[in-house]
């Protein structure tokens, strides 16, 4: 069974940085490409960022040069360091798995599993 377990999130001040974690099990870690995507209240979900399988990495627009995703192989354990928050990146913020996610990575229907999402609050 697969499962996605988020982590990290918390009140943060502007300015501040959150890493949030992102733990899999039930399934080879390294053959699906993961994605993050945060979801404010009253607002859309949207594509944050997301790392394939290769290790290359494609970011929104709006947190690009500000938030990092990582992986750590032997941990199953995928990372979201956000840097420089802003009281607009406030939101639950969900993991994803996909497998072979390609062209339609910003699209969440193009992932399989998701996590149960953690949530950021940033203080003005």
């Known amino acids: 069974q697969v499962q996605l377990v988020e982590s990290g999130g918390g009140l943060v001040q502007a300015g501040d940085s959150l890493r949030l974690s992102c733990a899999a099990s039930?399934?080879?870690?390294?053959?699906?490409?993961m994605g993050w995507f945060r979801q404010a209240p009253g607002q859309e979900r949207e594509f944050v960022g997301i790392?394939?399988?290769?290790?290359?990495?494609r970011y929104a627009d709006s947190v690009k040069g500000r938030f990092t995703i990582s992986r750590d192989s032997a941990k199953n354990t995928v990372y979201l360091q956000m840097n420089s928050l802003k009281p607009d990146d406030a939101a639950v913020y969900y993991c994803a798995a996909g497998w072979r996610v390609s062209s339609r990575y910003y699209y969440g229907a193009s992932y399989d599993y998701w996590g149960q999402g953690t949530q950021v609050t940033v203080s003005s």
């Open positions: 039930g399934y080879l870690f390294n053959s699906y490409d």
């Open positions: 790392s394939w399988g290769s290790g290359s990495t």
